[in-house]
């Protein structure tokens, strides 16, 4: 009989790979298709650390719940309603170079606070892939941000088409603090900690570049897309994972 | 039975080269992390460099093979934490990598640790002509663990392999 805690832990490991997972999908569409050589090779070794993280916290959940799952059964074998990322990362990136730089930022800054923060988990193997996560997402906010400034203080055209994606997206970042019982159990057990703790000094990060990129942030509305906790999403996701899925689902048992 | 040292199981894996830099080996790489003999058996500790790295199961196969040849069936784990380093190639890893024609990483510094970090050390010495007359083309090289840079005095690319 599986402890609430173990439920929680299980849960809380999908929604961190999922989240990787699915982002790592969108940013390997540019692989071949990238502006210039170089991005293109640093889209692919990008999503290849995150589909790294991810399998870290698939194994681990996979462990966890102990029935012989696999990491790939997590991946592949499981519709758009099981998957747990947030709305952001799955939005489309429409062959826009500023519109991925920009998630990669806005999600990459979350992402290095929450792994600091798990890095002091009192979960021996939550507190070991944060340590190894954050050194890689350190790397992308860092390569993110520096083309947020160069196109947001670039030209007129690479200006106005940065500051789209920044308003496009930023409503989506609402749904990146939020948090439930699962958060709570895990945060009381000293394995998870509170992200709102960590929200004013993710809109400092954030506002530090985008004041060097010359954006102006947008107003905060109400609209503020939700629903990746429960595994209601978008339009889009259902086409990222029939991609993605294709190959596993039609030959089940297909090996290299 | 494991018959053999535990230093005689790392002096063959120390002869196993990385697959991707095979100017050194992944004991140097530092990529195998523990080695422990017990009664029936050789359990190996690995961690990746970087979380995706695709040369780990190379790695894991070869580790596999390496010991077969000495009748041993290793149980290779996979460990995360402490995360790998490039601290922990020693001093004449770093030359052999120079040699090779891979500049070196730097030593990690904590300001590194910060996103924001200036973490500028100055441009990266080339490793064909020792000139530090170089700029960064690229954050992202070949691989995972590289950076791409050009040499002002040769007139040449060449590759880093990054401080992580
Ligand atoms: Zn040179």
Redesign the interface.
């Known amino acids: 009989m599986m402890t609430d805690l173990n439920k929680a832990l299980i849960d809380f490991c999908l929604r961190i790979a999922d989240n990787s997972l699915i982002h790592a999908q969108r940013i390997s569409e540019w692989t071949g298709h990238g502006p210039i050589l170089?991005?293109d090779?640093?889209m692919s070794?990008?999503?290849?650390?995150?589909?790294?993280?991810s399998?870290?916290f698939y194994t681990y959940a996979a462990q966890i719940e102990g029935d012989g799952k696999t990491e790939d059964f997590y991946a592949f074998r499981r519709g758009e309603r099981e998957f747990r990322n947030k709305l952001m990362v799955e939005q489309p990136d429409n062959k826009d170079f500023g519109f991925t730089m920009m998630k990669l930022f806005l999600n990459?800054?979350f992402d290095?606070l929450m792994f600091r923060d798990l890095m002091k988990s009192t979960d021996?193997?939550i507190?070991?892939?944060a340590?190894?996560?954050?050194?890689?997402?350190?790397?992308h906010?860092?390569?993110a941000?520096d083309w947020i400034v160069r196109l947001g203080d670039g030209t007129e055209e690479s200006h106005q088409r940065i500051q789209n994606s920044l308003n496009e997206l930023w409503p989506y970042t609402n749904e990146l603090f939020e948090q439930d019982s699962v958060d709570a159990l895990l945060i009381s057990n000293g394995i998870a900690f509170d992200k709102e703790k960590f929200r004013d000094e993710w809109t400092k990060?954030v506002h530090?570049?985008f004041a060097k990129a010359t954006l102006p942030v947008p107003e905060n509305n109400t609209y503020s897309p939700t629903g990746g906790l429960k595994g209601i999403h978008s339009e889009h996701l259902g086409y990222l994972l029939a991609e993605m899925q294709y190959l596993p689902r039609t030959y089940p048992d297909a090996v290299w | 039975m494991v018959t053999l040292e535990s230093s005689e199981i790392w002096d063959l894996l120390n002869s196993i080269p990385d697959p991707e830099v095979p100017a050194i080996s992944i004991v140097e790489l530092g990529v195998v992390r523990d080695v422990r003999i017990t009664d029936s058996n050789v359990e190996v500790d690995i961690t990746p460099t970087y979380s995706g790295c695709p040369a780990l199961k190379s790695m894991e196969e070869q580790i596999r093979a390496k010991l077969l040849l000495v009748g041993l069936t290793p149980i290779i784990k996979t460990i995360y934490k402490p995360a790998w380093t490039t601290d922990w190639m020693s001093d004449e890893t770093k030359e052999k990598l120079r040699a090779y024609g891979i500049a070196p990483p730097e030593k990690l510094s904590f300001e590194n640790l910060h996103p924001f970090a200036n973490n500028d050390k100055g441009p990266v010495a080339c490793p064909f002509c020792s000139s530090t007359d170089t700029s960064l083309t690229s954050r992202f090289g070949s691989t995972a663990c590289k950076a791409l840079h050009f040499c002002n005095g040769c007139r040449q690319p060449f590759e880093q392999f990054k401080c992580h």
């Not at chain 1, 070794?45 to 993280?53: P, S, W």
């Not at chain 1, 340590?131 to 790397?139: D, F, G, P, R």
């Open positions: 170089e991005e090779i640093a070794n990008v999503a290849l650390d995150l589909i790294g993280q399998r870290g990459g800054c290095y021996e193997t507190s070991g892939l340590a190894k996560s954050i050194k890689e997402v350190t790397y906010v860092r390569h941000g990060m530090e570049i």
